[in-house]
């Protein structure tokens, strides 16, 4: 392995120190209780190495739905370039989140569960799905083959999308064995998708 190839494995491994134990003191004392101190102790790590890697602790918090959705995106992206948006998005999905007997990865399971338990985290996770939502809509405007100079349609369908997600998994808590994850959310995409099935 090159030399830049290894700082890039030390970088990341890093990186998921730090995630890991900013999400392990919030399950354990709750996210307005830790510091960036107390998370840069718990990774072994000083806390200038913390903020070389993250702006604070929300962001630490949330390094799992950032790296959980832009593998999402990475999908999307792999999908057919004639498929249309919301196809595209669909089916990226479901090979996201229909394995596993459509259950989602337990991480996002705590981290949800985490943000219901302390509004406080709402804020934070709102940012970070906002960047996500960016990258969501860069990647649907190259499939809308109608002019959309302003690119609103673009950030409709990644915003439709994303929400119809979130609002799956508030659902899917609150009753996790009534169904699966992926049943509930494939059939809130294609409810939520009615509307833009047709556009190319």
Do not use: C
Request: net charge positive; no cysteine.
């Amino acid at each position: 392995m090159s030399e830049a190839g290894l700082r890039e494995r030390k970088k990341e491994a890093t990186r998921q120190a730090l995630y890991e134990a900013a999400l392990r003191l919030a399950l354990e004392h709750g996210p307005d209780r830790i510091t960036v101190e107390a998370i840069a102790d718990e990774a072994g790590v000083s806390r200038r190495t913390f903020s070389n890697y993250f702006a604070n602790k929300e962001e630490a918090l949330f390094y799992g739905d950032q790296r959980r959705m832009r593998k999402l995106v990475g999908l999307v992206r792999a999908r057919p370039a004639d498929e249309p948006p919301w196809a595209a998005l669909t089916a990226a999905a479901g090979e996201f989140y229909g394995g596993d007997q459509g259950e989602p990865d337990p991480e996002w399971i705590v981290r949800s569960r985490l943000v219901r338990r302390h509004p406080s985290l709402a804020a934070a996770q709102v940012r970070t799905f906002a960047g996500l939502e960016r990258e969501l809509a860069a990647e649907v405007a190259v499939r809308i083959k109608d002019p959309d100079p302003s690119g609103v349609r673009a950030t409709l369908l990644a915003a439709t999308f994303l929400a119809a997600l979130r609002i799956s998994m508030n659902a899917w808590l609150e009753n996790p064995t009534a169904r699966s994850f992926w049943a509930l959310a494939g059939e809130a995409l294609a409810d939520a998708g009615r509307g833009f099935a047709v556009q190319r």
